[in-house]
């Protein structure tokens, strides 16, 4: 008996599957390395939560003529279900130019081709860049995800200034910071809890 609790309980358990995205391709990204600290503290610190990296650099640039009834590329089909099979998304989110760079837009819309597989999942959005953290770029992101219809965590807010001393990343773009690791933790704290939230709901 005792042990069909248990198994029961494990069962309950599952960790919670999160897709890491990170809008930036360059090798020293600071928004990449809020991905690896997430990871992390998905080991440690954040307990119930399975972070995978999805690097996003082999992808294509959108383009409709590459779909063949309903069926796509190798690397756009590889990246559309890894996407199914998580639960939520965080997003590291780089500020271009107020909004999110090409290679996370690319991504977002291969993604949103019917049918959508961003729809119904909870997201989290954090960034690292100049002198708001990318916050004006979050804003945008937000706003593609209406369509999309991805639920974003609203609380905690997370933006870094990697610019302003004292450094926020080493030279190989890890994060440094303990005050920013701690914020990362209660950002995959509340992407959790509103992932768990979402799927009693469903
Ligand atoms: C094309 C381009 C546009 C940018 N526009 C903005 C911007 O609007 N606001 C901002 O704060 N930083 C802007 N930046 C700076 C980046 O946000 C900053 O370099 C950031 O560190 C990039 O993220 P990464 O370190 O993950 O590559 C821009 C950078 C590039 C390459």
Redesign the pocket.
């Known amino acids: 008996m005792a042990l069909a609790g248990t198994a029961g309980a494990a069962a309950a358990a599952a960790p919670v599957k999160v897709a890491a995205i990170?809008?930036?391709?360059?090798q020293?990204?600071?928004?990449?390395?809020?991905v690896r600290s997430a990871i992390e503290l998905s080991k440690g610190a954040v307990e119930g939560i399975q972070i995978e990296y999805i690097d996003i650099a082999p992808l294509p640039m959108l383009n409709t003529d590459l779909e063949k009834q309903g069926t796509f590329p190798p690397e756009i089909e590889a990246f559309r279900q890894k996407i199914r099979e998580a639960d939520s998304v965080l997003f590291?989110s780089?500020?271009?130019?107020?909004?999110v760079?090409p290679a996370m837009k690319n991504a977002l819309d291969w993604a949103s081709r019917p049918p959508n597989m961003w729809g119904g999942k909870a997201a989290a959005i954090v960034?690292?860049?100049?002198?708001?953290?990318?916050g004006?770029?979050q804003f945008h992101l937000r706003h593609i995800g209406v369509f999309l219809d991805l639920h974003f965590i609203n609380k905690p807010e997370f933006f870094l200034n990697?610019?302003q001393p004292p450094a926020k990343?080493n030279d190989d773009?890890d994060l440094i910071d303990e005050d920013a690791k701690n914020r990362l933790k209660q950002v995959l704290l509340s992407l959790k809890d509103f992932t768990l939230q979402l799927q009693a709901k469903s």
């Open positions: 990170c809008g930036s391709l360059r020293g990204s600071f928004n990449r390395g809020l590291a780089p500020e271009y130019n107020f909004s760079s960034s690292a860049g100049g002198t708001l953290g990318g004006r770029g990697a610019f990343f773009g």
